[in-house]
């Protein structure tokens, strides 16, 4: 018999609602539930495919233990924590914790990272590394020198402008734009007369719904934003009234950006003044509505500065809520709070003197981790602080992280790598022990990623206060687990004392995975009992809860004018201009590469699922059809792609979206290590092994130059590929 049962797809962190048919303990089939409030029935083909995840052939059913010849056999996850634990205190008593090193993915929970990251704390290591030092550290590095608006900003639901720079939210379900049903959002919004903005060196699907698209040439944002700003601040467009309560540096941000002319700023990003000096004013005019960001403007060189102009154009137009404004969203898994009109000052991410120090390229420990950028260089060199074991929670850093060779050879050299996955994904393959993990309809969870992200980035949550608790739908008949029961196993085994979210944990009775949601829901402003006695999704609205005064005494400003950001502005504008895709003046290259998010997959997942990959089972090299031309091309052909650090080689695509000077790939493909030179028809190109972390680097969070790299192309003749 079928039933069918609600829940939230986990594919990707937009979480929309869905009904799953159940037959025997099986999913059988995904679609969106039309009933609930915020989705109306919004699904990606990711997501109605999740059962195919769940049922995959290849999935995993039990924890792999690496045999001495390579090859993997199964044990049962009791025995391999077991093994995994005696293991690791022999390294720690070798080499102390700093030796122990653990990478929280893409693909983990809330709960997971959470536990992680407590039960790293608790063996005493700092080495935790993750994926946010080479995507959007920038976001919070750079609130960090402006300030926090502690009412937060405008949202979507009542723009009348709206400027998206770098982000492509209709594929990605990220960038500002809220992730639930991107494309009829917008397009709703545009009837009722939203102004959208993009800039992008592409025609995305978002710029093709735009009324103005600047097609920036790839990594000249600084530019352009300075470009903007000073057409606002010239023209006198800015909120005067604004600036003068509540914003300090505006003189120094004025200054800065006056060299910013528009005829610089056109011979330097290709972009027409007159366009750039309309975008401007189309934006200024408006009176609700904000910049937002995605990968784009973060994974280019000056990734901080970017955000930062990002929030001083928001704080001179005044995109913050003011005092009696209703609160949009509230929270509901989150504890409530007050929400004033003020400032809150923050301590710059910057790294401190006495901040651990990696002992690569002068970077440090910073908000919590070392930067993803010495992960390899911290395994293969030796010493005292070399680390020799890696636990990898939900990612794949054997694919998604730059200088992939280095990568892969540390990954060989360490002592203990341990990944939790439910295949056998690049970095499963080079582990010792692969635990075999539950995936997303046989755990219960709740929607609160989409509300810290927010905390954290300031965009990418929930607009309104709606939440969803799932139970798990499925109880799996083979032996999987679930990621909070791997940190909770070995502090269990190895008697550390820990704490989840503050609090201690009791390491010898072990919880249900709904007890431990108890735990960590503790103080959510809506009761969790109430959002777990409901099924579905909710809102949880309270027109009460409205944006309340400054704080007497609470005088701190934004601050459009921090010191370092003018001076890394200053350094933008002395630079030389090369005209070509070169960074220097004399070197030779002839296109850009820059990132794409492609719709099937979520960077590396879904790769392994047939029904995702019949558009593409790889990542085409897409280039415009003027420069297939050029090149003496055709859709289908083998190109070699080298940058300065490497070379690759792809399929090439026509995509009248690219402009010419520009090849456009997607990241996380290329599966591994072991594979054969030619089998990127069948796994992809790894665009990582052109990007390197040794130049060009932020020196805050060590984040290499991943999108605008300048690269060569050529065709490649009498190349098999499979
Ligand atoms: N060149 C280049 N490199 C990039 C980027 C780029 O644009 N260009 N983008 C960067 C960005 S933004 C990111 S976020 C990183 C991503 O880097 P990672 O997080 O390292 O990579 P993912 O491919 O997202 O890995 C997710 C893994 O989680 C597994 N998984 C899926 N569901 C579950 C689950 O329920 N439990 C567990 N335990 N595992 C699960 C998947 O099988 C997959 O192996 O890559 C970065 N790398
Ligand atoms: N379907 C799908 N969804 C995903 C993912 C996925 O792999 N597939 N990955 C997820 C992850 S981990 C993340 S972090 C988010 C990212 O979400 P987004 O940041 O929205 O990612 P993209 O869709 O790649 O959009 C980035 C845009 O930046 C543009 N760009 C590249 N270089 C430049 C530049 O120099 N200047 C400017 N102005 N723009 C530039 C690209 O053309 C692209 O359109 O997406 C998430 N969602
Ligand atoms: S956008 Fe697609 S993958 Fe993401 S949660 Fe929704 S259905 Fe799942
Ligand atoms: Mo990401």
Known sequence: MIETKKSFCRFCHAYCAIEVDIEDNRAVEVRGDASDPIYGGYTCIKGRHLDDQHNHPDRIRSTQRRRPDGTFEAIGSEQALDEIAAKLTTILEERGPRAVALWGGAGGALMSLSISGDWLRAIGSPSFYSGATIDQEAKPVAQSMHGKWDAGAHPFEDADTWMLIGANPVISMWGGIPHQNPWKRINDARKGGLKLIVIDPRKTECAKRSDIHLQVKPGEDATLLAGIIRTIIEEGLYDADFVQANVQGFEELRETVADFTPDYVEERTNVPAALMQEAARTFAAGQRGRVTSGTGLDMQPRGTLHEYLVLALNTITGRWLREGEEVPNPYVLLPGRTWRAQTEELDPLLPKDSALESRFRGLKHNDGQFPANVLADEILTPGPEQVRALFVMAGDPAVSIPNHDRVVEAFKNLELLVTIDWRMSATAKLSHYVVACKLSLERPDVTMLP????????????????????????????????????????????????????????????????????????????????????????????????????????????????????????????????????????????????????????????????????????????????????????????????????????????????????????????????????????????????????????????????????????????????
């Open 451 to 722: 509300e810290a992200v927010a905390e954290t980035y300031g965009h990418g949550g929930y607009t309104v206060p709606y939440a969803h608790y799932t139970p798990a739908l499925i109880e799996p008949d083979f032996d999987v687990i679930q990621e909070w029961e791997l940190f909770w196993g070995l502090a269990h085994r190895m008697r550390t004392p820990m704490t989840f979210r503050g609090k201690p944990l009791d390491i010898d009775k072990k919880l249900t995975s709904d007890e431990m949601f108890d735990v960590m829901m503790e103080g959510s402003r809506i009761p969790f009992e109430e959002i777990k006695g409901t099924r579905g999704g909710r809102l949880y609205p309270d027109a009460s809860i409205r944006v309340e005064a400054r704080e007497p005494g609470k005088d701190a400003r934004l601050n459009v004018g921090f010191g370092r950001m003018m001076e890394d502005l200053r350094e933008v504008r002395g630079e030389p201009l090369t005209g070509g895709a070169a960074l220097e003046p004399g070197e030779e290259y002839s296109h850009r590469l820059i990132t794409r998010r492609m719709r099937q997959v979520f960077n590396g997942m879904g790769q392994q699922i047939p029904e995702l990959m019949e558009k593409y089972s790889y990542n085409p090299a897409f280039l415009s059809p003027f420069d297939l031309r050029a090149l003496g091309l055709e859709a289908g052909d083998i190109v070699e792609i080298a940058s300065k650090h490497g070379a690759i080689r792809g399929v090439v695509e026509s995509d009248d979206t690219v402009p010419s000077g520009v090849i456009s790939m997607a990241h996380s493909w290329g599966d591994s290590v072991e594979r054969e030179e030619n089998t990127f028809r069948t796994w992809g190109s790894n665009t990582n092994k052109l990007v390197s972390f040794d130049e060009d680097f932020d020196p805050i969070y060590g984040m290499p130059r991943m999108t605008s790299l300048p690269v060569n192309i050529r065709k490649l003749e009498g190349v098999e590929a499979g």
